[in-house]
């Protein structure tokens, strides 16, 4: 797996991620993930990787830049390891796909 | 027709015979022992319990008898069977009774399936609930007894049982089991309260049973709605403190003490979720259970005045 | 016949029966549903007979409370077959880019193949059968991805290790399922030959083309072996496990050549003579539709009548769960009996009695069978 450039690695939403339910409570969302039977809580900026994968495949680069735009923060801001984190947990968790590197993804999304 | 209607000799007769048939919430329960200890005990504490209608099913198949074998003759024990089988190591037999009580809660919390099961104490007044999930040790049986010997009614005190079609809360007015300390405390504070033996040196420490109001018993045909979740802690001299508790949390902490949210899948999730959106979620310290009452009292009025 | 018999061949009846023409089912008094439900569970069938009530449409004539605990069982049915489709997802992410091939065994292959034994059926662990040379590979990746060994006694974890079919059972460290692991169907000790390198030669892919299940007759002759050889003391045989053979000898009877290779594929395996008593069982019971000329054709290697029927007999009592008030001593022989047997034609004697030694020291200390009450809670259970 590419660990040598983690922002050039491309992410895709996984087919278990397309039925989820979402109950939000102040910045507490609590989803189910019917095909795992699991019930997950995360914070705002690992459903907001979520939400910004529903419309394609993005590099890790992109959808970060994407969080700290929706979360308001100055690109860079959210610390790297803190990201990793999450994305390596939404793979576990069967959410997201990491792409084989080969695939073709839109640099510019 | 009730327990309570059935003669000394007559109820001795139906447990070691056929076994004695007794209706508890939504389970009709058929229980054999041949055991004095089990029977005298009995006889008092089920007696507003209804008997089982001739032609109705049981749901669970209880005995509570001396093992077979060898072991018999050492030490006087208690075997308790489910359906023939035996899931526990025995008991001393003086802790017969204590064994049948806490292994039909073990029948339902692990047969229930078709019911959302929380581990929760749940009362009711004007047909809404109060639910206090809570794990043991938290006070929430304490609590429990002191409110329904006050004007509220016992739904249960170990099961918040939900019906996956209407969400309403099913009653299971068992009987309640005081452990240790809060045996006197419920003395001392409700001495009417009907209370049986205690048994020293129980798995739990002293367990004592309460018998549940007579009003409770007969009314565990009556569902309620769930309004508010109280998470109950008792504190020593602690001042009472009620505070709002955040949706999310309440969410987690109903979910992870529930018997089997796991097995219900989305019905489950989306039961809890229903019942925190639409209930008024609080934390409670306490010391004092006149205090807490009081606070629980204007709790329920205010909100209900809204 | 003492009343004891007559309430066990009662409980008996209704089960089988029940499975067997569910139109039964419309015509029960309520007692015979709550023993029907008692029997049930204790063979783990509850979800079955929930599911031919629902086939054969006959909902209202089961009286409310049944049905509630026939709800009960289709609740744990449906979330243990997620939990296993999941993992076994779960089981390719984590195993991709190994290049092996996996092997879906019992449960999981009737559940991701979506085969008539998945109907009702109670789910428990995820089997796999996998190249002995390639199961290094697969332990260390699935470790390194979140999955551990069940921690279990030395003498256990030797015992698998040494003389079995599989590897101790390995499980993720957030989710509660449990992966077996086995390179043969039978134990190395086994007096039957277990080269497995046949099945994975005629193993068929699934849709998804990294998994595939057995052919056929090895599927039948492998749910054969898991109940003759695989028994429990207590239980005997499990009657679930002839419900097996049957839901997939009734689905794979048209195909053809199916018997033919059955048969032929038992004899190599030198498993002749239990598929014999699995089909008689099958067609004695559940009346499983065997061609005469197979079952006449495996005679030959059966034993001669008068052995013949009191094993039969034995059989039965070890396979129907009886009436749970009336437990009967002879039933209870019966399944200690097979449960020797079994261990008989998978290990060599004086392995076999140390093994059966050891077992009956842990059953007499209540090791394995009762749960202590001072460790748990309810809310643990």
Known sequence: ?????????????????????????????????ASSAETHVFNETTALILRSLEQGPLLAEGTRNRVEAALGLDPGELVEEDFAFALARLEELGLIDRLDPVSPVDDRR | MIVGDLGRGEFDKRLAGPGLRVRFGPFNIRIGSPLDAFAGVAHQLYAPYPL?????????????????????????????????????????IEHAFPAVEWGINWCIATRAHHLLMLHSAVVERDGLAMLFPASPGDGKSTL???????????????????????????????????????????????PEALIGPAFYNTRKGTVAHVRPPVDSVQRAAETARPRWFVFPRWIAHSPLDLQPMSKSQAFLMVASNAFNYEVLDETAYRLVAQMVAQSDCYSLCYSDLDEALAALDELSRSSRDE | MTSSGTANRQANRLLIEAIRSPDVLTALRPDEWELLVRVARRARLLGRIDSEVRLAGVDECVPPSAAAHLRAARNVIAHRKTLVSWEVDRLLWALRGVDQPLI???????????????????????????????????????????WSRIQIDPYDDR????????????????????????????????????????LFAAAQPLANPRLRVLAPPDMVLHALVHLFLEGDPDEGLRLRDLV?????????????????????????????????????????????????????????????????????????????????????????????????????????????????????????????????????DLKQQ
């Not at chain 2, 749901?59 to 003759?73: E, K, Q, T």
């Not at chain 3, 065994?105 to 002995?132: H, Q, S």
């Not at chain 3, 190395?188 to 277990?194: A, D, G, I, V």
């Open chain 1, 1 to 33: 797996m590419g660990n040598c450039q983690p922002d050039r690695e491309a992410f895709v939403l996984a087919e278990a991620a397309r039925s989820l339910i979402w109950q939000a409570w102040d910045e507490v969302y609590i989803i189910y993930q």
């Open chain 2, 52 to 92: 089982v209608e001739e032609n109705a099913l049981i749901d669970f198949h209880v005995r509570i008898a001396s093992p077979r074998g060898l072991r018999r003759w050492v030490r006087r024990q208690a075997c308790f069977s489910l359906d023939g089988q035996s899931p526990f190591a025995p008991y001393t």
């Open chain 2, 144 to 190: 429990c007894t002191a409110l329904v010997h006050s004007g509220w009614r016992l739904l249960s005190d170990e099961f918040g049982l939900i019906r996956p079609e209407d969400g309403l809360l099913l009653p299971l007015p068992r009987l309640i089991p005081l452990k240790n300390e809060s045996i006197e405390v419920i003395r001392r504070f409700r």
């Open chain 3, 104 to 146: 879906l065994l019992k449960g999981t292959a009737y559940l991701l193949a979506g085969l008539p034994p998945e109907r009702g059926r109670i789910f428990a662990d995820v089997d796999l059968l996998v190249p002995e040379d390639g199961l290094g590979e697969i332990e260390e990746r699935l470790v390194a991805r979140g």
């Open chain 3, 159 to 198: 015992y698998y290790r040494v003389w079995m079919h599989e590897i101790p059972p390995l499980r993720h460290y957030e989710r509660g399922t449990e992966i077996d692991l086995h390179h043969r169907l039978l134990p190395r000790t086994s007096r039957l030959n277990s080269d497995p390198a046949p």
């Open chain 3, 244 to 376: 097996d053979v049957h839901d997939l000898l009734t689905h794979f009877s048209g195909q053809p050549g199916f018997w033919d290779q059955l048969v032929r594929k038992a004899g190599d395996l030198g498993f002749a003579r239990p598929l014999f008593y699995g089909l008689r069982a099958a067609e004695r019971l559940f009346a499983t539709p065997v061609p005469r000329e197979v079952l006449g054709g495996l005679r030959r290697v059966s034993p001669p009548w008068p052995l013949r029927a009191p094993m039969e007999k034995l059989i039965d009592l070890a396979l129907l769960p009886g009436h749970p008030d009336h437990p009967l001593t002879r039933a209870g022989l019966a399944r200690w009996l097979i449960y020797v047997r079994a261990h008989w034609l998978r290990m060599p004697p004086l392995l076999l009695a140390r093994h059966l030694s050891r077992k009956t020291w842990l059953r007499f200390r209540g090791a394995r069978k009762r749960i202590d009450l001072a460790q748990l």
